[in-house]
């Protein structure tokens, strides 16, 4: 079994509770919502789904409406900065292994120098190409999730597609 360190362990404990995966305390009676009841059939919409309503209600009304436009849009700057660099890095790892085989297989060989140099490159290239794919990865996300909250909020990235004025709930 892999040896796990204390520091990657709360690392992963700190993400857990503050993204709510996990918490500090159980869940009390006080965070349970009635969805049924009648207080909450105002966010009943026609053709609503209850997953729908159940993420309107957990998004909240609109506070700033210039806030996931900035998301999102950083969010797809990040990840193709993200994949373009991973895929650059990714090959530039490959060529030098490739350097570092076909110099063991030359007649003359390789000094150890450049040998250690390559290597070296190497490692280097394939550090940034996982670090790049992982921030390609967690940019993207971050875009996904701002368009949804957009989207349930019928905000400007998904203004047109949903035809928010035609749903929006009739005033009381």
């Known amino acids: 079994m892999p040896k796990v360190s204390p ?5 992963v404990a700190c993400l857990l509770v503050t993204s709510g995966c996990a918490g500090l305390t ?3 009676a006080a965070s349970h919502v009635n969805l049924d009841s009648p207080s909450m059939r105002q966010f009943a919409v026609a053709g609503m789904t209850d997953l ?8 909240g009304e609109r506070g700033d409406a210039k806030v996931t436009p900035a998301v999102f849009w950083a969010g797809i700057g990040a990840g193709t900065v ?20 076909a110099g063991y297989q030359e007649q003359a060989g390789m000094s150890l120098a450049e040998r250690d140099r390559l290597v070296s490159n190497g490692n ?3 550090t940034l190409s996982i670090s ?4 390609s ?5 971050a875009a996904l999730v701002a ?7 019928c905000g400007p990235l998904a203004t047109e597609r949903r035809r928010c004025s035609e749903r929006a709930p009739a005033p009381e």
């Open 7 to 11: 520091l990657s362990s709360a690392v």
């Open 26 to 28: 159980s869940p009390g």
């Open 52 to 59: 729908e309503r159940d993420v309107r209600l957990d998004t």
């Open 82 to 101: 993200g994949a373009v660099g991973g895929l650059a890095f990714g090959i530039a790892g490959f060529v030098a292994k490739n350097q570092v085989t």
């Open 124 to 126: 280097l290239y394939n």
């Open 132 to 135: 790049l794919t992982a921030l």
């Open 137 to 141: 990865v967690v940019g993207f996300a």
């Open 147 to 153: 368009y949804g909250v957009d989207w349930n909020r």
